[in-house]
């Protein structure tokens, strides 16, 4: 395979050729982050139809903890494909979705008794959190951040804050959501219940525990164990969604361990599947049960390919240690981009938590300038932020130290080239 660090043509003939069928099939409301297409991957590295080699810093937008491929998450689907495809859960169940559902209900923070429902992707369960906590607590309101991002459905656009490219043209969105700022004290809180929306109408609140495509927003220490008191005392549910944060992202499980709290409801999705696409709401079994049969579910929700790679998944991550590894590739990336913080004064910020970390520039164009630069010089990063001022690294946790070292090289060349 080419070395990673040569510029070579980019994108080549082939992604040109199929970037132009792309345009031709497929709206543009789809973006295209990167001008090549990919004709396999493996670990952390994806190669591209033209034979460039590109290390992986975006990993289908943090759905890879695992790796690329995960060996037992291949010979899982391997396995699965020789045996059945798909049944439907709710007409004529199977064993995985139950071990799944057993897994997530045992890995879930706190001590109260839990039950999982399988759904297709992070939005749809957002989607069905809101449901249950409405449905347990009878009441209709949901309270959200500011720059929070739940996903592109019309329910969790609502919940979603940032307005370009997102929610503009879309509106109107359902009602009843109410939006407050993000890692404020706590006791705000019982002020927005004077003025924004009373507590006794509000059914849950939302958490991403730390904000991924919000710009990697890391809240203080304790914060989020303040608002869940605060919730409490209103009888309001948090759901915590673990949908970016999951799955040894942060160091640790699942991000709100670091808080040492239980949420009502857990969102998780993204990583959960191995490759897959997968979602899943995981909570108090006394508010998952309130719902009667037939309400909740829906055609391919815990599919059994999509179940059996999760399961293979969280034990690769298990035995890998990927929860120790991510504190390591933290640290790591946290080192090295301080002393470039030091070195280029357009680095604003630096931050993060275990392996989730990003880098804040001055503005929009830069990051996507210096994208451009990584991926062409054979590094694939993608941005967040809602200025769209942020470069984040979701790499497979899987990554060499090698690949990491390449990595750096790569993005320090692009920030002495900027
Ligand atoms: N919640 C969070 C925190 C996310 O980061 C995302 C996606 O980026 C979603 C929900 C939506 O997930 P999906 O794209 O699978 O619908």
Redesign the pocket.
């Known amino acids: 395979m080419p070395s990673i660090h040569l510029k070579t043509n980019i994108p080549g003939p082939r992604s040109q050729a199929l970037a132009a069928r792309r345009s031709e099939a497929v709206p543009r409301g789809v973006s295209q982050l990167t001008p090549v297409f990919v004709a396999r991957s493996e670990g952390a590295v994806i190669e591209d139809v033209d034979g460039n080699r590109y290390l992986d810093f975006a990993g289908g937008?943090?759905c890879l903890n695992a790796g690329h491929r995960a060996p037992g998450v291949v010979a899982a689907l391997h396995a699965q494909a020789d045996r059945f495809l798909h049944t439907c859960f709710m007409v004529t169940p199977y064993e995985s979705y139950v071990a799944l559902a057993e897994k997530l209900n045992a890995l879930a923070p706190g001590r109260s008794p839990k039950k999982t429902l399988l759904l297709n992707?992070?939005?749809?369960a957002?989607e069905n959190a809101i449901k249950i906590a409405r449905a347990y607590t009878r009441r209709p309101a949901v309270i959200c951040f500011e720059d929070a991002?739940?996903?592109?459905?019309l329910l969790?656009l609502a919940l979603t804050s940032k307005t370009h490219p997102y929610k503009a043209g879309f509106e109107p969105f359902p009602g009843d959501i109410y939006r407050v700022p993000y890692g404020q004290p706590a006791e705000q809180l019982e002020d927005a219940f004077q003025r924004v929306v009373a507590a006794e109408s509000v059914a849950a609140l939302i958490a991403?525990p730390v904000q991924?495509?919000g710009g990697f927003i890391v809240p203080p220490a304790g914060w989020l164990a303040a608002v869940h008191e605060v919730c409490r005392k209103h009888g309001i549910l948090l759901i915590a969604?673990e949908?970016?944060?999951g799955f040894a992202r942060t160091g640790k499980m699942f991000a709100i361990e670091h808080e040492g709290i239980e949420p009502d409801l857990m969102?998780t999705?993204?990583s959960l599947g191995g490759g897959l696409?997968l979602?899943a709401v995981t909570g108090k079994a006394e508010i998952m049960d309130h719902t009667g049969p037939g309400a909740l579910g829906g055609t391919f929700g815990g599919n059994p390919m999509a179940c059996v790679a999760a399961l293979a998944a969280i034990q690769a991550i298990e035995e890998c240690q990927l929860c120790e590894r991510a504190v390591q590739l933290g640290d790591q990336f946290r080192q090295r981009a301080q002393a470039w913080q030091r070195r280029f004064p357009a680095i604003r910020d630096v931050r993060g938590l275990g392996a989730m970390q990003a880098f804040e520039l001055a503005e929009a164009q830069s990051t996507k300038s210096l994208t451009k630069y990584c991926y062409e010089h054979g590094l694939i990063l993608v941005t967040a932020g809602t200025y769209g001022n942020v470069v984040r690294i979701l790499m497979p946790l899987v990554v060499t130290d090698d690949q990491m070292s390449e990595a750096f090289a790569i993005m320090e060349s692009a920030l002495e080239a900027a």
């Open positions: 937008i943090g992707s992070g939005a749809e957002v991002f739940h996903g592109r459905t969790t991403e991924g495509e969604d949908v970016q944060t969102v999705a993204k696409p979602g």
